[in-house]
């Protein structure tokens, strides 16, 4: 069964064409790693299959049993907010019908201490309109009857404590940075979608969580679409991948490394294309270079196509510039410590240290996500590669 079909999709950012003319589709169980460079737009249309964004062109078909839930690569925290209500903050429709729930029987169950039960004078506001919250409430509880909201506040609670936070009603400013994802993680799930949407979903996990969400994931049955760089990741739970790259989308069935064998044959094509164009090209040049009588002959077709090669010769050698300047000249030694020590509280979480990182290094930290989060932030994140998962190349 086919859940979203994407049609001729357009974008741009600041002036910057993301992706023109995209055509896909998503169909029920499949489980798709969405890959390319960063800055390619991949949260972009992320936002735009969730909703949460508009998209400038095209057409989206969402089929009507499709329930989408998005885990954010960043969430948003309201401040002073608790773990048990920052699930009233997602932004799936089913959530959203919760949080109104329960704010209609609040504003209920004010009123009728302070006005009494002989007349309905209780007041809630929906789709723009005032309307007696008796009415109201009743609606809303025949859409969570149906939605089985019910069971979504009990899902995240479950799901809270097989991620390891115990505590609800902790206030979520004083969390680190990993159980604030795991609050979002939870809060994602807890909603049973159809269609699960993952933006970086393994970033400030530890390495217990990564393989429970591992094998839950592996595990699922419903379809969800996952943007990473953990290699490993995409390996182990996927059954195809997405990339987009010059603003295109190229779909592949099975895991990373199939990926990877099918888009070297891709590339290999598109290699040969270009040497062929490029055989053409010199041969149309040599036409124009016998000078006018040796052209008179010819239409202006033939000078049409030749701008059309000169184009996409230009754009070829452009993009391969762009490839090459990626690579900075850099001396054998990036960063030097010594006797690098940190505490906190009377608590010690990094004894005296000193090493000297060298140019091609990659290295990876484990142990307790505190303490990780402690040394990252002495060093600069630009340095070297911290992977709080498996080890892998990039």
């Given at each position: 069964?086919?859940?979203?079909?994407?049609?001729?999709?357009?974008?741009?950012?600041?002036?910057?064409?993301?992706?023109?003319?995209?055509?896909?589709?998503?169909?029920?169980?499949?489980?798709?790693?969405?890959?390319?460079?960063?800055?390619?737009?991949?949260?972009?249309?992320?936002?735009?299959?969730?909703?949460?964004?508009?998209?400038?062109?095209?057409?989206?078909?969402?089929?009507?049993?499709?329930?989408?839930?998005?885990?954010?690569?960043?969430?948003?925290?309201?401040?002073?907010?608790?773990?048990?209500?920052?699930?009233?903050?997602?932004?799936?429709?089913?959530?959203?019908?919760?949080a109104e729930y329960h704010k209609?029987?609040?504003?209920?169950?004010?009123?009728?201490?302070?006005?009494?039960?002989?007349?309905?004078?209780?007041?809630?506001?929906?789709?723009?309109?005032?309307?007696?919250?008796?009415?109201?409430?009743?609606?809303?509880?025949?859409?969570?009857?149906?939605?089985?909201?019910?069971?979504?506040?009990?899902?995240?609670?479950?799901?809270?404590?097989?991620?390891?936070?115990?505590?609800?009603?902790?206030?979520?400013?004083?969390?680190?940075?990993?159980?604030?994802?795991?609050?979002?993680?939870?809060?994602?799930?807890?909603?049973?979608?159809?269609?699960?949407?993952?933006?970086?979903?393994?970033?400030?996990?530890?390495?217990?969580?990564?393989?429970?969400?591992?094998?839950?994931?592996?595990?699922?049955?419903?379809?969800?679409?996952?943007?990473?760089?953990?290699?490993?990741?995409?390996?182990?739970?996927?059954?195809?991948?997405?990339?987009?790259?010059?603003?295109?989308?190229?779909?592949?069935?099975?895991?990373?490394?199939?990926?990877?064998?099918?888009?070297?044959?891709?590339?290999?094509?598109?290699?040969?294309?270009?040497?062929?164009?490029?055989?053409?090209?010199?041969?149309?040049?040599?036409?124009?270079?016998?000078?006018?009588?040796?052209?008179?002959?010819?239409?202006?077709?033939r000078k049409m196509r030749i701008?059309?090669?000169?184009?996409?010769?230009?754009?070829?050698?452009?993009?391969?510039?762009?490839?090459?300047?990626?690579?900075?000249?850099?001396?054998?030694?990036?960063?030097?410590?010594?006797?690098?020590?940190?505490?906190?509280?009377?608590?010690?979480?990094?004894?005296?240290?000193?090493?000297?990182?060298?140019?091609?290094?990659?290295?990876?930290?484990?142990?307790?996500?505190?303490?990780?989060?402690?040394?990252?932030?002495?060093?600069?994140?630009?340095?070297?590669?911290?992977?709080?998962g498996k080890l892998e190349k990039?």
């Amino acid at each position: 069964m086919n859940l979203i079909s994407i049609e001729n999709l357009s974008k741009t950012v600041n002036d910057n064409p993301l992706f023109q003319n995209v055509t896909m589709g998503i169909d029920e169980g499949e489980k798709i790693g969405f890959i390319g460079p960063n800055g390619a737009g991949k949260s972009t249309l992320l936002h735009i299959i969730a909703g949460l964004l508009e998209e400038d062109d095209g057409n989206i078909s969402k089929n009507n049993n499709l329930r989408i839930s998005m885990l954010e690569q960043t969430p948003l925290i309201p401040v002073g907010i608790t773990v048990r209500d920052f699930l009233y903050k997602g932004d799936s429709p089913v959530i959203k019908l919760i949080a109104e729930y329960h704010k209609c029987i609040k504003n209920y169950n004010h009123t009728e201490s302070t006005v009494g039960s002989g007349r309905d004078l209780r007041l809630h506001r929906r789709a723009g309109s005032l309307l007696p919250t008796s009415l109201i409430l009743q609606k809303l509880t025949e859409q969570m009857d149906k939605e089985n909201g019910w069971e979504i506040e009990n899902n995240y609670l479950s799901f809270l404590s097989e991620l390891k936070l115990d505590n609800p009603d902790q206030i979520m400013d004083n969390l680190s940075g990993g159980m604030k994802k795991k609050a979002a993680l939870a809060r994602a799930l807890a909603s049973k979608p159809t269609l699960l949407i993952l933006d970086e979903p393994t970033n400030h996990l530890d390495i217990e969580i990564i393989e429970w969400l591992e094998k839950y994931l592996h595990a699922a049955n419903f379809s969800f679409i996952m943007v990473t760089h953990d290699r490993y990741f995409l390996d182990s739970v996927c059954t195809g991948i997405m990339e987009l790259d010059k603003g295109r989308i190229y779909k592949y069935p099975g895991n990373y490394s199939t990926f990877l064998e099918r888009r070297n044959i891709r590339l290999s094509t598109e290699q040969n294309e270009q040497a062929k164009i490029k055989s053409i090209l010199r041969r149309e040049l040599e036409w124009l270079s016998r000078g006018p009588k040796a052209r008179a002959s010819k239409d202006k077709k033939r000078k049409m196509r030749i701008e059309d090669l000169m184009d996409k010769k230009s754009q070829i050698e452009h993009e391969s510039t762009e490839f090459s300047s990626s690579n900075r000249r850099l001396g054998k030694k990036i960063l030097e410590l010594k006797n690098i020590e940190k505490s906190y509280n009377n608590k010690t979480v990094i004894s005296p240290f000193t090493y000297k990182f060298k140019k091609g290094e990659r290295i990876g930290i484990i142990g307790p996500m505190d303490l990780e989060k402690q040394l990252f932030s002495i060093l600069s994140p630009d340095k070297f590669l911290l992977i709080m998962g498996k080890l892998e190349k990039d």
